[in-house]
């Protein structure tokens, strides 16, 4: 469950975008279990036990298809239903635009009807819906979801609470394809640790951006060279929607005399119909990694050496200064 708070409209949004991921239907539900439901793909011709919306398709095409809600609930349910934009979130999930907010892409291709929606506990409703395909659709992956929305007051604060369950709509558009990804905004910062013969902290920062027109997942090691030297195992990314910026954020275990260099390497791969692995992605970092815990000890015993130097020096002449009988 994902949540929001719009400050503007005091409104406190709660999303759940479902069949995003596998299954073919899924629920939402309050806390006291009074409201509740499900919703799922139609089975029509377009296709029978579908996770999500998935169609490949030519510009200008226009599609009919249906999703299924289920009131599991014992309270009637007033829901609205509406299409809008998917993307991917900076943390990695897929979401859609909230209620309200104008979609630019694959939402307003949409056309969604009846709404709103109400339903009787145990009750079931079809919600037809349209995809137009402008003729002018570029090439490659489109998504949308089309969501169902429960608005209701939370009787023990001044806020509206908006449930939201939905199910994504990919779309690809027949033409070129042309997968493409790019890291950027690296940063990186080093946390010595206390003890001085433990390795530190690398923390990298970085952003992984969609560049190209299709879905893409990556695979991503990080590898610190000289003294320090180490590869993290490879690290499988989720979807990345194309236009989507994921930030990524890793910890490396690294052990360092004052400087640490290294690169970060990604592996995009494409989603969908001829998937394929593309050439990997490396961006370059140094940062000054000081362990300040082994510098403190290297300085005390220096000190305490230095010491026994000078004690050893002074006994010494003391010992000679000493007149023999």
């Known amino acids: 469950m994902i949540t929001r708070l719009r400050l503007g409209a005091l409104v406190l949004v709660g999303v759940v975008i479902a069949a995003f991921a596998a299954p073919t239907a899924t629920s939402a539900a309050t806390t006291d279990g009074g409201v509740a439901w499900t919703v799922q793909t139609a089975d029509n011709p377009q296709g029978t036990g579908r996770a999500n919306f998935t169609y490949d398709v030519a510009p200008g095409a226009v599609i009919s298809d249906a999703m299924i809600v289920v009131n599991t609930g014992t309270e009637p349910l007033p829901l609205s239903v509406y299409a809008a934009d998917a993307f991917t979130a900076s943390t990695g999930e897929i979401d859609v635009l909230v209620g309200g907010q104008p979609s630019q892409g694959a939402g307003t291709w949409v056309a969604v009807a009846p709404t709103p929606l109400t339903l009787d506990p145990g009750d079931s409703a079809e919600v037809p819906f349209t995809i137009a395909v402008p003729a002018d659709a570029r090439p490659g992956d489109h998504a949308a979801g089309i969501v169902t929305s429960l608005t209701s007051q939370d009787a023990a604060a001044t806020l509206s609470v ?67 030297a180490a590869r993290t195992a490879p ?91």
Do not use: C, K
């Open 162 to 228: 908006d449930r939201r369950l939905g199910t994504r709509i990919n779309l690809r558009v027949a033409g070129e394809l042309s997968p493409a990804a790019s890291v950027v905004d690296v940063s990186t910062r080093y946390v010595p640790s206390w003890n001085p013969f433990d390795s530190g902290r690398l923390l990298v920062h970085y952003s992984l951006e969609n560049t190209g027109n299709t879905r893409l997942t990556a695979s991503e090691t990080i590898a610190t060279t000289g003294l320090s």
């Open 235 to 325: 690290e499988q990314m989720s979807e990345i929607l194309p236009g989507s910026i994921v930030e990524v954020e890793r910890e490396v275990p690294v052990f360092s005399l004052g400087w640490v260099t290294g690169a970060v390497s990604v592996t995009p791969e494409s989603v969908g119909l001829g998937a394929a692995l593309l050439e990997p992605v490396a961006t370059e970092f140094s940062t000054a990694a000081v362990p300040w815990s082994l510098y403190v000890l290297l300085i005390v015993v220096l000190g305490v050496a230095l010491t026994a130097m000078l004690i050893a020096r002074r006994l010494r002449r003391r010992r000679a200064e000493v007149p023999v009988a």
